[in-house]
């Protein structure tokens, strides 16, 4: 017993000696911690999103976009279908859903840096339970757009590395 708990000792210590963690909300850098967040479409689903991770991590919201506070302007989201496979009779089987989303930080009303998002999932359609393809398609839509948002954020860090 003794064998694993200092196994489980030492691995534990190794792990957080190299700077491991386990993936949870995407943390927001001290410097964006109050931040003036524009969007095209403020009340859609990604705006949503991306609002409640930045209220999660405690972040203050501003209107005014001035040059002392960094600003997060989303530009554009497009959720596209892609048929990928299809029945013998003709009819798609599998699509493949593409989210992209482009976004960018301006910091001191000067220096722009462009955000680019893309999320990936795979839908089969059968047309014997459309009712139930639609609520599983709103599913699989919610969860790409959590997923973005948690990218857009996620990126902020590795602008706050470039300066």
């Not at 995407?26 to 689903?45: C, H, L, M, N, Q």
């Not at 497009?78 to 798609?92: E, F, H, M, V, W």
């Not at 459309?130 to 699989?140: G, P, R, S, Y």
Request: proline fraction near 3%; hydrophobic fraction near 40%.
């Amino acid at each position: 017993m003794k064998k694993y708990l200092a196994l489980l000792m030492l691995l534990a210590i190794s792990l957080t000696g190299c700077g491991f963690h386990l993936q949870h909300e995407a943390e927001v850098p001290a410097r964006f911690k109050t931040i003036s967040y524009i969007s095209y479409d403020p009340y859609g689903r990604l705006s949503r999103e991306i609002k409640e991770i930045l209220h999660d991590n405690r972040v203050t919201l501003t209107n005014n976009a001035t040059e002392q506070v960094p600003s997060l302007r989303m530009l554009s989201e497009n959720l596209s279908r892609n048929t990928i496979s299809i029945y013998q009779d003709g009819k798609a089987a599998e699509y493949q859903l593409v989210l992209t989303v482009e976004a960018q930080v301006v910091i001191a009303g000067q220096q722009t840096y462009p955000i680019n998002v893309r999320v990936f999932r795979t839908f089969f359609d059968n047309p014997s339970d459309a009712l139930a393809k639609t609520v599983e398609q709103d599913i699989i839509e919610n969860e790409m757009f959590k997923q973005a948002a948690k990218q857009v954020i996620r990126k902020l860090k590795s602008i706050d590395a470039v300066n």
